[in-house]
């Protein structure tokens, strides 16, 4: 698919069909993230594939915005591995996190699947039902499935702020 193309046909899909993601796909897509720059290249992220009856039903104990995904990706980051600006004390695990989950997103989008990125979610719950190691910190969800037939973009998603609005020049 032509760039341009893929990041205008992606929108958060929030209703998922019963069909399950080929294996082969879903190794497409943690390629896909482990493509993704993170800072230094120091690679902090840490991806927990919930796919199993028990993962699901754990986060969709935790969260509503799993939805009836066949697959949630949880991407963390080990912040200690990740890099810290010496200027700012700021750790780039997060960031690092983020560009991994658009990384995923747009793979899966490319794939013909459907993804919506989660934040609203108890990360604290998240660690605890997951055992999570300590160090490990869950920044998003990413529900992952094949999009219902019904399944249209949310209304808002075809707002856009004119660029005079968000890009300004000095």
């Not at 899909?13 to 993230?33: H, K, M, P, Q, Y």
């Not at 594939?49 to 009836?68: D, G």
Request: glycine share 4%; proline share 7%; net charge neutral.
């Amino acid at each position: 698919m032509e760039y341009l193309s893929l990041i205008q046909s992606r929108f958060s899909v929030r209703n998922f069909s019963g069909r399950t993601v080929r294996e082969d796909d879903l190794r497409e897509i943690l390629s896909a993230g482990r493509l993704a720059p993170t800072a230094k290249n120091f690679q902090p992220q840490r991806i927990y594939v919930l796919k199993s009856p028990e993962a699901l039903s754990k986060v969709r104990s935790i969260t509503k915005s799993a939805y009836n995904a066949p697959i949630v990706l949880m991407v963390c980051s080990e912040d200690a591995s990740a890099w810290v600006n010496p200027i700012t004390g700021r750790n780039s695990g997060q960031m690092d996190a983020s560009i991994v989950t658009t990384h995923m997103m747009l793979r899966a989008t490319d794939l013909g699947l459907g993804s919506v990125w989660v934040c609203w979610v108890d990360t604290e719950a998240l660690k605890r039902a997951f055992m999570l190691p300590e160090g490990i910190e869950p920044y998003c969800l990413l529900p992952l499935g094949y999009p219902a037939d019904d399944c249209t973009p949310n209304p808002r998603h075809y707002e856009r702020k004119p660029l005079e609005e968000t890009v300004f020049e000095r």
